[in-house]
């Protein structure tokens, strides 16, 4: 027999919530924890949780702020924050951001997060596109 390091990673519920073929609540683990727990880090507003009023990233702030560099070096300072604050199974390795302006959705920041889980060495990866409103938007509605 072989000794087997214990899991880190664990496991959660599923998100979104749903029911899996025996009628129970669906569960991630592993490394699909890890990458669902990343998601909803970045994605969550801070004061959106009633019990957890610090939990999310501040990247929300910047929604209408214009895609370019000085917004993307802001945004991923508070990725790299909220990550470092609320994920304690990785290593982060690197955050980059880069603006992508289109005439026709007024501009993206495309969020590429380089992450090594705590207890293996290879590196991985997640990308996420965060949309900013442009500025004719924000003033209609």
Not at 25 to 41: E, P
Not at 68 to 94: F, G, S
Request: proline share 8%.
């Amino acid at each position: 027999m072989y000794n087997r390091l214990p899991d880190v990673l664990g496991s959660a519920i599923g998100f979104p919530l749903g029911l899996n073929d025996r009628n129970r609540l669906s569960m991630v683990s592993g490394d699909a924890a890890v990458r669902q727990s990343i998601r909803l880090i970045i994605f969550t507003v801070p004061g959106e949780r009633v019990m957890r009023p610090d939990f999310g990233c501040l990247i929300h702030d910047l929604i209408f702020d214009p895609a370019n560099h000085e917004t993307a070096l802001t945004a991923q300072r508070y990725v790299r924050d909220a990550l470092e604050t609320w994920e304690p199974r990785i290593d982060l390795e690197e955050v980059q951001v880069e603006p992508v302006q289109s005439e026709a959705d007024g501009g993206m920041l495309v969020i590429n997060v380089v992450y090594k889980l705590k207890d293996q060495p290879d590196p991985r990866s997640m990308v996420f596109p965060y949309y900013l409103i442009p500025d004719g938007e924000a003033e209609e509605g």
